[in-house]
């Protein structure tokens, strides 16, 4: 069975950081790329970052490119989000996902950006 675990997130002021993570189990992770997305209050899933099987390629939404930086290590099944420079318009549920499998995503890790 699939499973995908988020955490590390909280309450921030603007301009904080966080780090989320993302557990992986039940499937080989290493030969997945993995993508991260979020829901803000209202809002629609969208495409934050997403990282390649071996963590050689990344890409980033506009909106977050330069502030947010995605990663992973294959040797412990876990893909991260370093979010820098948060802004309140980061604040949002934060999924991590199989590339091209959103429905598939964990329960979420709420972030919250505000003073």
């Known amino acids: 069975e699939v499973q995908l675990v988020e955490s590390g997130g909280g309450l921030v002021p603007p301009g904080g950081s966080l780090r989320l993570s993302c557990a992986a189990s039940?499937?080989?992770?290493?030969?997945?790329?993995m993508s991260w997305v979020r829901q803000a209050p209202g809002k629609g899933l969208e495409w934050v970052s997403t990282?390649?099987?071996?963590?050689?390629?990344?890409t980033y939404a506009g909106s977050v490119k330069g502030r947010f930086t995605i990663s992973r290590d294959n040797a412990k099944n876990t893909a991260y989000l370093q979010m820098n420079s948060l802004k309140p318009e980061d604040t949002a549920v934060y999924y991590c996902?199989?590339?091209?499998?959103?429905?598939?995503r964990g329960q979420g890790t709420q972030v919250t950006v505000s003073s």
């Open positions: 996902a199989k590339l091209g499998d959103y429905a598939g």
């Open positions: 039940g499937f080989t992770f290493s030969i997945y790329g």
């Open positions: 990282i390649g099987p071996r963590g050689i390629s990344t």
